[in-house]
């Protein structure tokens, strides 16, 4: 028989903070302590414990238990969870280089608008229902809580949104110790027109960039996002256009992203083999611009349906034809190529395989 010890030692230290509330106050400490700014060591040892156990999975506890994937690509850069970002972030120790959120802009209460020159309803679905402004912030200050527990310290995060949820997200970052870097408005060059004529086009979503520590210096390829711009300085207003047929080719998500815009994000804020994590990844368009530019990925999706867009998306871009053909529509992509060939060949040691995933049960 085969036994596990576990041998755990406890260190305890006390803080003294001034705070308006208990919350605040263990919230301050929290933060200070992810910084590094409270470091525990053997001075502040008080005991040690060994809990002897079979080795069993079932007895291991849940951030060492293997999490089983929904997909994973062949070459392991394309990895897919389906269920509860907020159960399963928890329960993984790995930090990431990037995080792409696009999370509920909570926008889903029977508004109506035009398709095709049809009146259609522009609900999103459940997950997308509108609720009480006190919910909104304490959703977003949870998952970004859980996020910048799996960010590198040097990492960055993005979030995209309207002014639905965008204030609540900055609040929530200023208040969790990230330190916001800049506020991209996506301006759409195809809005769908305003059916009620009583208000402006909506035409914009914003995309808040912001990175882990005020301290610690983030990456940014200023030289290719001036490329891109013609040889002039990227500024934080980005005219590109909703998403296109060919982008449509595996059913589409309800809140699909363009392609271009995520493949700026990344380009922008990654190298090569960057580990990318997208906590509501809807059809996936993270992980497949992350694989069309030579990053890694790891999407967290609650809906099945739209787990299986995400693994026929990855799929499809097996076939080697179809990721040049994808690559070739995306503008700059064809830019960086034309200028930085190497930021899309990673020269770091990279991690190659997620270590917390197992391998994909077998199906008949
Ligand atoms: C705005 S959509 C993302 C769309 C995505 N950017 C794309 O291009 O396809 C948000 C997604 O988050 C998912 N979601 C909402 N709450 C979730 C949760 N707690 N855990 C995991 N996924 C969640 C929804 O099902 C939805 O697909």
């Known amino acids: 028989m085969e036994y596990q010890v576990t041998i755990t030692e406890t260190l305890s230290r006390r803080e003294y903070v001034e705070a308006s509330s208990a919350?605040?106050?263990?919230?301050?400490?929290r933060r200070k302590y992810s910084?590094?700014?409270?470091?525990?060591?053997?001075?502040?040892?008080?005991?040690?414990?060994?809990?002897?156990k079979n080795v069993w999975q079932e007895t291991l506890p849940l951030w060492q238990k293997p999490i089983t994937p929904y997909y994973k690509s062949p070459t392991h850069d394309f990895n897919l969870v389906c269920g509860d970002t907020f159960e399963l972030l928890p329960q993984f120790n790995f930090q990431f280089d990037m995080i792409f959120a696009d999370p509920p802009y909570f926008l889903s209460s029977g508004g109506i608008s035009v398709q095709s020159g049809k009146v259609v309803c522009v609900d999103k679905g459940d997950w997308d229902k509108s609720m009480s402004q006190d919910d909104i912030n304490a959703f977003n200050l949870k998952w970004l809580s859980l996020c910048r527990d799996k960010l590198k310290?040097?990492?960055?995060?993005?979030?995209?949104?309207?002014?639905?949820?965008?204030?609540?997200?900055?609040?929530?970052?200023?208040?969790?110790?990230?330190k916001i870097l800049n506020v991209i408005t996506w301006a759409k060059t195809n809005p769908p027109p305003n059916i009620s004529c009583r208000y402006f086009t909506y035409s914009t979503e914003f995309i808040i960039w912001a990175r882990k520590n005020e301290k610690v210096a983030h990456y940014y390829n200023y030289d290719l996002m001036k490329?891109?711009?013609?040889?002039?300085?990227?500024?934080?207003?980005?005219?590109?256009?909703?998403?296109?047929p060919w982008e449509k080719t595996c059913t589409k998500h309800p809140t699909q992203k363009p392609l271009g815009l995520l493949a700026r994000i990344i380009l922008a804020s990654t190298k090569a083999g960057a580990w990318i994590l997208d906590p509501f990844a809807g059809s996936s368009t993270t992980g497949i611009a992350a694989n069309l530019l030579g990053r890694r990925y790891l999407g967290i999706e609650r809906e099945e349906e739209f787990a299986a867009i995400s693994k026929a998306?990855?799929?499809?871009?097996?076939?080697?034809?179809?990721f040049s053909t994808y690559r070739k529509k995306i503008p700059d992509i064809m830019k960086a190529e034309d200028t930085q060939t190497d930021c899309f060949t990673c020269h770091d040691e990279v991690v190659e395989r997620l270590p917390f995933l197992a391998d994909l049960p077998i199906t008949q």
């Open 23 to 29: 919350q605040k106050a263990e919230e301050q400490v």
């Open 35 to 52: 910084d590094c700014n409270i470091i525990l060591d053997d001075t502040h040892f008080v005991g040690v414990d060994f809990a002897v």
């Open 153 to 178: 310290k040097n990492g960055t995060i993005w979030i995209s949104g309207t002014y639905h949820n965008i204030f609540s997200v900055a609040n929530a970052l200023t208040q969790l110790g990230y």
């Open 227 to 244: 490329h891109i711009n013609g040889d002039k300085q990227m500024t934080d207003v980005w005219r590109l256009p909703a998403i296109a």
């Open 313 to 322: 998306r990855r799929e499809e871009i097996e076939d080697g034809r179809t």
